[in-house]
């Protein structure tokens, strides 16, 4: 928005030149959603507070360490969308036709954890929403929105995805890509959803994948850059790294709130809308396999769900003490910031890896 009305003064008024600039825009969505974020969080806590009595409900299976956070609410993901999509509309030119797609899944995907969340608090219960009912809605609205990213690609893009470590090579999918990036939305938006069990273990490698996909969008969107890397270079799509900018920032500012020990938790509401968004971005800038590469703890955190699962449901044995991993280890003895911490560390090697796809073509 601020570019749409400040940008055209700058023939007038060369400072105002700055907001036709994608890296000013992106540090100024970082701030604004980070200032957004501060400034809401402790009142916006305190409301979560008086109206859940007994907070997030605990699962009686859990880790027992687990037990000690009872009454800390939940849906603290509201306060990262609103600062997220406040700053994006900000700094985000309205007609770049990236924006709305993306903010599409933000905002559905967010309600529909946020209907999860209410209906736990509801009932005083782990279980929410089914999840059949989350995968059909959320398919319906992966499917609209590919096909608009479909319709927004160039020609030699459209129904294809870009291969990573090979110079501007293409696997075309035909029909078959709009189920593979529904796939890829919905699985990230999931993983996230996964990994959200402990103070900040979700967040920072979210932040961490977001920002390799500020310079993924940012080089994808210019033409130089994109020919000279061999990447697919896709016009427009360079505004969506001040979306992610303003993604960082309002993890940044929940971070603040979540670090240990946590005073809110993001819910379903939180990590079903970054994830999902992590998600819709990579589909928009034609880097899917990257954000298996970059996001890859999150991958590991499904797998251990499906090996679980299956295992138990085939064998009858269990192959990890819980699932998800992280569970496993706090069985294991692990204290809660160690695997954090260790967790964090492992997900920025693998955001390192995932630029160097970059060059390795």
Request: net charge positive; charged share 10%.
């Amino acid at each position: 928005m601020l570019s749409d009305l400040l940008g055209p003064l700058s023939s007038d008024y060369q400072i105002f030149n700055l907001f036709n600039y994608i890296t000013f825009r992106t540090g100024g969505a970082i701030l604004t959603a980070l200032l957004i974020s501060l400034i809401l969080g402790a009142p916006f806590i305190h409301w979560l507070k008086l109206k859940q009595a007994e907070g997030q409900p605990i699962r009686d299976d859990g880790p027992e360490t687990h037990f000690d956070k009872k009454g800390t609410p939940t849906m603290g993901g509201l306060l990262i969308l609103s600062s997220l999509v406040i700053s994006s509309i900000l700094w985000v030119p309205l007609k770049n036709p990236y924006l709305w797609p993306v903010l599409t899944i933000i905002i559905s995907f967010g309600s529909i954890g946020l209907v999860d969340d209410w209906m736990k608090l509801s009932k005083n219960t782990s279980k929410g929403l089914s999840g059949k009912r989350k995968l059909i809605i959320q398919l319906i609205i992966c499917i609209f929105v590919s096909m608009v990213f479909i319709e927004l690609s160039p020609a030699e893009l459209r129904y294809s995805v870009a291969l990573p470590f090979f110079k501007e090579q293409i696997l075309p999918l035909g029909l078959f890509y709009i189920i593979f990036t529904s796939f890829v939305i919905i699985g990230a938006s999931h993983s996230v959803n996964l990994t959200d069990g402990l103070d900040g273990l979700a967040i920072v490698p979210v932040m961490i994948v977001a920002s390799c996909f500020v310079l993924f969008s940012y080089l994808s969107g210019n033409i130089n850059f994109a020919s000279y890397l061999q990447i697919s270079y896709i016009p427009g799509v360079g505004d969506l790294a001040t979306l992610c900018g303003a993604l960082i920032g309002a993890s940044l500012g929940f971070l603040w709130f979540n670090a240990p020990p946590a005073k809110v938790f993001m819910g379903d509401t939180g990590s079903l809308a970054l994830g999902g968004a992590l998600g819709a971005i990579s589909v928009a800038t034609r880097h899917e396999f990257v954000l298996a590469i970059a996001g890859g703890l999150f991958v590991v955190e499904t797998i251990s769900v499906v090996l679980q699962v299956a295992s138990f449901r085939l064998l009858g044995k269990r192959i990890f003490l819980m699932a998800p991993l992280h569970h496993h280890f706090e069985k294991k003895g692990w204290a809660e910031s160690t695997i954090v911490i260790r967790f964090w560390i492992i997900s920025v090697v693998l955001a390192l890896i995932s630029l160097s796809t970059l060059k390795l073509r």
